[in-house]
């Protein structure tokens, strides 16, 4: 088994503690002028999501949890379960609404993900950074208005709605940054 220090801790990295999977979420070396060095940690369990913060000896050895990541695309959902497909075995995995995450709103179907599992365990599914999607419902845009920081709200071919450019029409397709749900820019058709 590969170990890991907590003086070795960066951004991302997860361990085993105490038989839950932790994520880095920040860390801080911290050297006083008297005592012992340590590290400050926040850390995400990853299979609940909870953010605990905590401080570390250096030296403290932890197991290292390989996460395991792996593409598969989504097909679609039958209630609370969602079907993804391996695309090397055509194998359908269903997984639970619960392990969605808030931003999966913005993944229509056929569209790739990475479903992160741990021990067999799925605990997330990761949508691609940027998708392009059509916008099925806003007022109509202005000829002329130009104002770039003035936004209106949209609907999305998925249901999901976000605050789009004045200028943007039903059926445009935008380019949305998944993880902070912003739109980016409007697509050529």
């Known amino acids: 088994m590969a170990m890991i220090t907590a003086g070795d801790f960066r951004n991302g990295v997860t361990f085993e503690m105490d038989g839950k999977v932790m994520q880095v979420v920040e860390f801080q070396h911290v050297k006083p002028g008297k005592g012992a060095a340590f590290v400050r940690t926040k850390m995400k ?109 949209a609907t999305l071919e998925t249901g999901a709605e976000i605050k789009v450019p004045l200028f943007i029409n039903p059926g445009d397709k935008i380019r949305i940054d998944t993880r902070t749900g912003e739109y980016l820019e409007r697509c050529k058709n």
């Open 45 to 153: 369990n990853v299979i609940t999501g909870a953010v605990t913060e905590t401080s570390f000896n250096p030296t403290a050895k932890f197991e290292q949890a390989f996460v395991d990541r792996k593409e598969m695309e989504y097909s679609y959902n039958d209630g609370d379960l969602y079907y993804f497909m391996d695309m090397e075995s055509y194998e359908m995995t269903p997984i639970n609404k619960d392990v969605l995450g808030d931003n999966f709103k913005f993944v229509k179907e056929n569209m790739p993900c990475k479903i992160m599992s741990y021990k067999g365990s799925v605990f997330g599914v990761e949508p691609p950074n940027f998708v392009e999607l059509e916008v099925t419902q806003t007022d109509p845009g202005f000829k002329g208005d130009t104002a770039t920081n003035v936004t209106k709200p």
